[in-house]
């Protein structure tokens, strides 16, 4: 985009990294947030996905000037309402002309403030892409200002007490109304219960793809013969399997990843493993000049689906920005966790949380029954209480339709507390509560 000369309160379009362009508002952005160095940056305000980035000037246009050019170049739901709501915002800042009132839309103030204010009103962590881009989701509070210099001083703790970047976080869908594809060909292999989803997904936002253990639902994608080929024939290939031992067969088996990487080609592994395997997995692709990268993720095959997944991702920061299309068309949101291993330990960590979660939740479940209480009213309490959540309301509905389909398998979510297990093992961390649940699933186990 060329420079052009701007000022507060003025309506732009702002392109941020790959994602197209997007209407927003320049604001002054909080005193705590630290200007980027270099060349000249604007703190901007995105109309209709309360986001606010630093960009720069060569990236802003003026909104109204570039208005017909950028609706007919982008496209999407998520597009058409922030349009729309620039559009409410300046009714109702014509308004205020007449009236002298302010009008508040969207979380931005549309009086005199709006120039010159942040206003920090989304939920959510604060997440930080790079020392350039400041992208924050901050839960409403009745006091903003102490809320946000509470979360940012325990970030700051947390930065240095792990000496990682594992709280950086790309909100792959912030933008995401309109995904442009990357020109780069992508192999998928394994296609059970979460991969077929992912592959459709890719499919549907305009990927090329080319996959091994295909089945009817890879209409459209290109079919390899064997793991090697796909590898041989992409640029980047994922693949998503059931537990280590599946992960380390495929890479290193007969025709297997291993024997169609060479340099530059890229391996990208969704499968939820212990740190040591995806280590060995990264030792030997990179050590052919390949590149890897660990992305477990984070759902059920409904969130597979509607591509709603949360991805964790570790190694190749290279390798993660060239896969931006890919886990926009798949995921919500992508974390970047730092170095091969890490990834994994947060994955089995979360994985740990839920499954232990769901095991108190069905032990509640059968107390109350046993009691003479209503399993229903049990579950309204809790999902009108502190414990309200997706997750519980989903497993609420479930349950109360009789709908007992599973989304995650029993050996899959028993396998996680096992690996999370000997996580806490490696370092002389106690998990009781983690323990305690493995019982139960091994024990749901062996009753089939």
Same mark, same amino acid.
């Given at each position: ?47 209709? &996905? ?23 170049? /982008? ?20 308004? %205020?002309?007449?009236?002298?009132? #302010? /009008?508040?839309?969207?979380?931005? *103030? ?10 920090? *009103? ?20 009745? %006091? ?13 703790? =947390? ?15 912030? &933008? ?6 990357? @020109? ?30 295909? *089945? ?15 590898? #041989? ?39 939820? &493993? ?8 990264? +030792? ?15 759902? @059920?095959?409904? +969130?597979?689906?509607?591509?709603? $997944? ?12 060239? =896969? ?26 979360? @994985? ?24 229903? *009213? ?13 997750? $519980? ?56």
């Amino acid at each position: 985009m060329a420079p052009v000369s701007l000022q507060l309160g003025d309506l732009v379009w702002g392109q941020l990294g790959q994602y197209p362009p997007w209407p927003g508002k320049i604001i002054n952005p909080p005193e705590e947030l630290e200007k980027p160095r270099g060349k000249k940056w604007y703190f901007v305000k995105f109309f209709g &996905m309360e986001d606010h980035a630093w960009i720069e000037l060569e990236q802003l246009k003026p909104y109204q000037a570039h208005k017909e050019e950028m609706i007919k170049k /982008t496209k999407g739901k998520l597009f058409q309402r922030a349009v729309e709501a620039v559009e409410e915002f300046l009714g109702t800042d014509k308004g %205020k002309e007449k009236d002298s009132e #302010s /009008t508040t839309m969207n979380g931005m *103030t549309a009086g005199p403030m709006a120039a010159s204010e942040w206003q920090p *009103t989304a939920s959510g962590p604060l997440k930080d892409i790079d020392p350039h881009f400041h992208h924050f989701l901050l839960s409403q509070t009745g %006091k903003p200002d102490t809320y946000y210099q509470t979360i940012t001083k325990k970030l700051k703790i =947390c930065e240095e007490d792990t000496g990682s970047n594992s709280i950086q976080a790309a909100d792959s869908t912030a &933008m995401n109304g309109s995904i442009t594809p990357t @020109n780069k060909k992508i192999g998928f292999l394994g296609l059970g219960l979460m991969g077929s989803g992912i592959i459709s997904n890719l499919l549907k936002t305009g990927h090329v793809v080319t996959v091994w253990n295909g *089945t009817a639902v890879t209409e459209g994608a290109y079919l390899g013969r064997t793991p090697a080929e796909v590898v #041989s024939a992409c640029d980047i290939t994922f693949a998503c399997v059931p537990d280590p031992k599946a992960a380390k067969d495929l890479v290193l088996g007969p025709s297997g990843v291993l024997q169609g990487i060479r340099p530059g080609k890229c391996y990208v592994d969704l499968s939820t &493993m212990d740190a040591d395997t995806v280590t060995e997995l990264a +030792q030997v692709i990179v050590s052919r000049g390949g590149r890897f990268l660990e992305a477990p993720v984070s759902g @059920n095959q409904q +969130q597979s689906n509607d591509g709603m $997944l949360v991805i964790l991702a570790a190694g190749d920061r290279d390798l993660y920005e060239d =896969c931006s299309s890919c886990f926009q068309a798949i995921g919500k949101t992508s974390f970047f966790l730092g170095e091969v291993g890490n990834a994994a330990k947060m994955m089995l960590i979360v @994985n740990m949380v839920q499954g232990s979660f769901m095991a108190t939740i069905a032990e509640g479940l059968t107390l109350a029954q046993e009691t003479g209480q209503s399993q229903k *009213t049990f579950l309204d309490i809790l999902n009108q209480g502190q414990l309200a959540s997706i997750y $519980l309301d989903k497993k609420y509905q479930n349950i109360v339709q009789g709908n007992v389909e599973p989304d995650f398998y029993l050996k899959y979510i028993q396998k996680d507390l096992r690996l999370a297990i000997a996580l806490g093992n490696a370092v002389n961390h106690p998990t009781p509560m983690a323990a305690a649940a493995n019982e139960v699933y091994k024990r749901a186990k062996a009753l089939d």
